[in-house]
């Protein structure tokens, strides 16, 4: 016990850690910045019928468009963005983007109304009190039916009040907006949050579907997995496909949906546009 000494271990550290704090303080001026000049934006990867080989939505991704570093991707700084108050206003921002997109694209003839676009919605902004009433006023001011969008939870955006997040789901799938339960069978209660929120699809997470033609387990857990939102009647998106092996293996069950580097990338908007919204929707 004498030889304890309790400001050592702030000594070693302390220069690494005076670093670290400037990183984030950094980052954190950077993105206020970054909403304000709007320099957040969105990419669209495409979702398919595997069997229909059909486009049935969208998925909308944030990107940094960085004055100087260029385009960063969500990995250098969602988590940072998602605990911090800043998700609130900018995940606002980016849904509005997205509805003025699909409105555009209406505009234009070229927005099928089957078509779903989905956007993350994080922890903080399902529990802001206005979330349901921040929603509805974008799809007012874009004159859009609730059916456009397609909102993407993970089991822990429902950790802390389940009772408050099922509540506000219900109001805007009452407004046709639909749910998916995002990087499905990583968190650690999957089963339990399934059973309680009332999601319409359920994403299989990437983790599980890279290995499904060489690992027996994995291949297992995935036709479990398929087996119980069948039974539930949830549509099924399986996440990161990015071989023909593994969208082979997949086809041997019936109405998966794939979103993965295989069929394509996210696009930015307009070329997605381009590439997979018809002039005059025939589907
Ligand atoms: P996610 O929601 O699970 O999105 C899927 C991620 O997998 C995307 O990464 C996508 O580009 C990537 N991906 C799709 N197919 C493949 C593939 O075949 N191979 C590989 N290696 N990757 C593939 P991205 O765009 O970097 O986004 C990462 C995560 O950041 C998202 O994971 C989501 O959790 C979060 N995120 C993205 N946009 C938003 C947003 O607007 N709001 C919030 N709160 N989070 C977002
Ligand atoms: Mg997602
Ligand atoms: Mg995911
Ligand atoms: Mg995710």
């Not at 940072?80 to 980016?94: A, R, W």
């Not at 609730?146 to 009452?174: P, W, Y």
């Not at 997470?205 to 398929?226: E, G, L």
Request: aromatic share 10%; with cysteine; net charge negative.
């Amino acid at each position: 016990e004498a030889k304890r000494r309790p400001h050592g271990h702030y000594q070693v550290f302390e220069p690494q850690m005076a670093e670290e704090v400037n990183r984030l303080l950094q980052l954190e001026s950077d993105i206020r910045a970054a909403y304000q000049e709007h320099h957040f934006t969105f990419y669209l990867q495409p979702l398919i019928d595997l069997h229909a080989r059909v486009l049935v939505g969208a998925e909308a991704l944030i990107r940094w468009e960085h004055p100087t570093r260029g385009l960063v991707q969500p990995g250098a700084f969602i988590g940072f963005l998602e605990n911090s108050d800043m998700i609130n206003p900018v995940g606002l921002q980016l849904l509005d983007d997205v509805c003025q997109f699909i409105r555009r694209q209406k505009e234009l003839g070229r927005f099928p109304a089957e078509l779903r676009v989905a956007v993350n919605i994080s922890e903080r902004q399902l529990y802001d009190a206005d979330f349901v009433g921040k929603c509805l006023s974008v799809l007012h001011k874009y004159k859009l039916p609730g059916s456009c969008l397609e909102f993407e939870i993970t089991e822990g955006a429902a950790l802390h009040n389940i009772d408050e997040v099922v509540d506000k789901m219900r109001k805007l799938q009452n407004e046709g907006i639909t749910f998916a339960l995002d990087d499905f069978g990583t968190g650690y209660s999957s089963l339990s949050y399934l059973k309680r929120l009332p999601v319409n699809k359920i994403k299989i997470d990437k983790s599980f579907i890279d290995d499904i033609t060489i690992d027996p387990q994995d291949a297992a857990m995935v036709a479990s997995i398929i087996a119980i939102a069948s039974n539930m009647n949830l549509l099924i998106v399986a996440e990161g496909v990015e071989t023909d092996a593994q969208a082979q293996w997949l086809s041997q069950y019936e109405g998966i949906l794939i979103q993965g580097y295989l069929f394509d990338r996210p696009l930015q908007a307009q070329a997605f546009a381009q590439n997979y919204l018809p002039e005059s929707p025939t589907f």
